[in-house]
């Protein structure tokens, strides 16, 4: 990575805050670009103090510009969870539209990298199990999740037309499902809702049968995997997640379980274009990055709901 300032949109989100500081430890200069629409400044907090730490509130919708030298943009912007569907639609197509748009024009101008974070939703609700990269998906393009899903897509197409018709240098990682501290408990994402819930005793909120497969890789494997794209040059995409595959179920119970609670489950109707399985392949990323996630899904929860715990406790 060539010398200067590593730009992260988002970077006051779950994802991007961990990616901030990250970077901040590996004596990179970060500026964190987020207009708090679903970020949160207390996931930043700590990092104000740090001399090569910069927060620039803006939405990424208006052009991003710059001084200084950029040796890195990484293009985390857009509301992301399955609540924000319904409730910031343009939003989350403005973010992955015109904030593409704008985040690849500073690349561009600054002959820096440009690394795309995607999403498993490019694959809809797959056909193929697990997906490879080469899969094209099964998306209804008016659904219930399009917002999100054909935003994405639009943002994978806009990146590889730079690369081909402006020769810059690009990377898309389709990220999987990612959990750990600094999420929104009401966001609407499992992990999250089935730790609030099982915190207070309430029941967890199991939709379908919860036979319906995930696979959840840690925030730290998914900050790594991040820098390893960022750092090669590798255009992609290429599926970030993990290969460990378990049911809706088996989450919640090992939630309880971990929680000390005594939740029970219940049962409720299953939201339309809800993706019946969902695991990567990422021989790919294993071949090309050296990459895949080390930390154990029962490892990761025990310290996420250690952090739900006490958030809530100071909150």
Not at 102 to 112: I, P, Q, T, V
Not at 185 to 210: C, K, S, W, Y
């Amino acid at each position: 990575m060539k010398p200067g300032t590593v730009v992260v949109t988002g970077g006051g989100g779950f994802i991007g805050s961990h990616l901030c500081e990250e970077l901040l430890g590996r004596g990179h200069r970060v500026l964190a670009v987020d207009n708090f629409i679903t970020g949160c400044q207390a996931n930043i907090a700590h990092l104000r103090a740090n001399p090569g730490f910069t927060l620039r509130e803006q939405d990424v919708s208006e052009p991003l510009d710059l001084e200084e030298e950029v040796a890195l943009v990484v293009h985390l912007a857009s509301p992301a969870s399955p609540a924000d569907f319904s409730r910031l639609p343009l939003e989350i197509l403005s973010a992955n539209s015109a904030g593409t748009w704008n985040a690849l024009d500073l690349s561009l101008a600054k002959g820096s990298r440009f690394l795309l974070a995607s999403t498993s939703e490019v694959y809809g609700d797959p056909l193929e199990h697990p997906q490879r990269e080469e899969y094209r998906g099964n998306v209804n393009a008016v659904g219930a999740r399009a917002v999100y899903d054909e935003g994405k897509r639009f943002s994978e197409a806009l990146t590889i037309a730079y690369r081909n018709f402006r020769g810059l240098g690009v990377g898309i990682a389709r990220i999987f499902n990612t959990y750990g501290p600094r999420m929104r408990a009401d966001d609407g994402r499992m992990i999250p809702t089935f730790i609030r819930q099982a915190l207070a005793h309430e029941p967890l909120t199991v939709f379908g049968d919860g036979q319906q497969t995930r696979s959840f890789c840690y925030i730290d494997d998914m900050v790594r995997g991040l820098i390893a794209m960022a750092e090669s040059r590798e255009t992609g995409p290429l599926n970030l997640g993990s290969p460990d595959e378990v049911t809706v179920l088996e989450v919640a119970r090992l939630i309880i379980e971990l929680a000390a609670s005594s939740s029970n489950i219940v049962h409720r109707p299953l939201g339309a274009d809800d993706p019946k399985r969902r695991r990567p392949d990422i021989t790919r990323a294993r071949q090309l990055l050296g990459w895949e996630p080390k930390v154990p899904l029962r490892e990761g929860l025990a310290t996420t709901i250690e952090w739900f715990r006490t958030s809530a406790s100071t909150s």
